[in-house]
């Protein structure tokens, strides 16, 4: 059973970067075909895909983010992480990391709420 675990402070000032870490159990982040996405969801709102780091270590952006989310992975650590640089009240979100296979989400983790507030 693959579990997901988002960590990272849950409060974060405006124009600072926010960082969060998964840590992956029962499965490996190099293991074929998947990819290890962040995904968030403002108060209220739909999720957001924000990007991914795929098995074999290539990286994918929503362009929405215009270049602020920065996508690594520590092998050894088996964990992906997130920073996302000068964020504003509207990054305001609970902040999920899950593994995709073939298109679509298999396994989530529970998310973490980070606010930034105004």
């Known amino acids: 059973q693959v579990q997901l675990q988002e960590s990272g402070p849950g409060l974060v000032k405006p124009s600072q970067m926010l960082s969060l870490t998964c840590a992956v159990s029962?499965?490996?982040?190099?293991?074929?075909?998947?990819?290890w996405s962040w995904i968030r969801q403002p108060p209220g709102k739909g999720l957001e895909w924000m990007g991914a780091?795929?098995?074999?270590?290539?990286?994918y952006y929503n362009p929405s983010l215009n270049s602020r989310a920065s996508i690594s992975r520590d092998t050894a650590k088996n964990q992906s992480s997130l920073q996302l640089s000068s964020v504003t009240p509207g990054d305001t979100a609970v902040y999920y990391c899950?593994?995709?296979?073939?298109?679509?989400?298999?396994?989530w983790g529970k998310g973490t709420l980070v606010t930034v507030p105004s």
């Open positions: 899950a593994r995709e296979h073939y298109g679509g989400m298999d396994y």
């Open positions: 029962g499965g490996s982040i190099t293991a074929g075909y998947y990819g």
């Open positions: 780091i795929t098995y074999d270590g290539n990286i």
